[in-house]
């Protein structure tokens, strides 16, 4: 199985600073990585993802992440974040070869500061 | 990316009383659907997992007589709460996936409370 970890459970960070949520994995075979942001009251919705290739994936709203397979890392980043920016971030994991479930982290509230 | 719909997006019901909350893949086939509750400020938690034609398959901990799930074609899962209690309120998200994706697609979520 896999897991997910994301150490950060809050971040706040002021308007128009550069913000990273970490994320780690565990898993014993091959991965695809998701982020996902949640909005107060709303379903999640893909920020980007990681499937193959390149291990810089830029996404929606200006993010982006990296794939660090020797870290087993994926953090998220953005240059300079937005009031929009304010929600719940989620990492998520699934084995490239193992079926549909995803594994969630705990998620991480990012909250920018004006 | 693909559209993921339920219905109803809220829902206030009396104890003891039944509800079911639909979750619609409106462009793509989905052969399997996810249903997960989230309680405040928390991850998802997956309920259970079910594959159109079949029976559900529940996580360690759910109970199926509670949480009745039909998936009965392509693009509809429905999740059925029995006998709801103030402790089954909740925000319930379901996802979809179909073969081709390596993916899963979310719907808006249902906000239960329970009185």
């Known amino acids: 199985a896999q897991s997910v970890t994301q150490l950060d459970s809050q971040v706040p960070v002021f308007e128009e600073a550069p913000v990273e949520l970490r994320c780690n994995y565990s898993?014993?075979?091959?991965?695809?990585l998701f982020w996902y942001v949640q909005y107060p009251n709303q379903g999640l919705q893909l920020l980007l993802k990681?499937?193959?290739?390149?291990?810089l994936v830029k996404g929606i709203n200006g993010f982006e992440a990296e794939f660090n397979k020797s870290q087993t890392s994926f953090h998220l980043r953005k240059p300079s974040v937005h009031i929009s920016d304010t929600a719940e971030y989620f990492c998520?994991?699934?084995?490239?070869?193992?079926?549909?479930?995803?594994?969630f982290g705990t998620g991480t509230s990012l909250t920018v500061i004006p | 990316g693909a559209v993921v719909s339920q219905h109803p997006s809220w829902v206030i019901c009396k104890s003891g009383t039944s509800v079911k909350i639909e979750c619609r893949s409106l462009?793509?086939?989905?052969?399997?659907m996810f249903w997960y509750r989230q309680f405040p400020k928390q991850s998802l938690m997956l309920m259970a997992t079910?594959?159109?034609?079949?029976?559900?398959?529940?996580e360690q901990g759910v109970e199926k007589d509670k949480f009745l799930i039909n998936h009965a074609s392509l693009t509809l899962s429905t999740l059925t709460v029995t006998s709801a209690h103030p402790e089954d309120s909740s925000f319930y998200i379901c996802?979809?996936?179909?073969?081709?994706?390596?993916?899963?697609?979310f719907g808006p979520g249902t906000r239960l409370t329970v009185l």
């Open positions: 462009d793509f086939q989905a052969t399997t």
């Open positions: 996802s979809a996936a179909d073969n081709s994706y390596n993916e899963q697609f």
């Open positions: 898993s014993s075979v091959s991965v695809y």
């Open positions: 990681y499937l193959s290739g390149s291990t």
């Open positions: 998520a994991v699934r084995g490239a070869n193992t079926g549909n479930q995803f594994y």
């Open positions: 079910s594959n159109e034609g079949s029976k559900a398959t529940y």
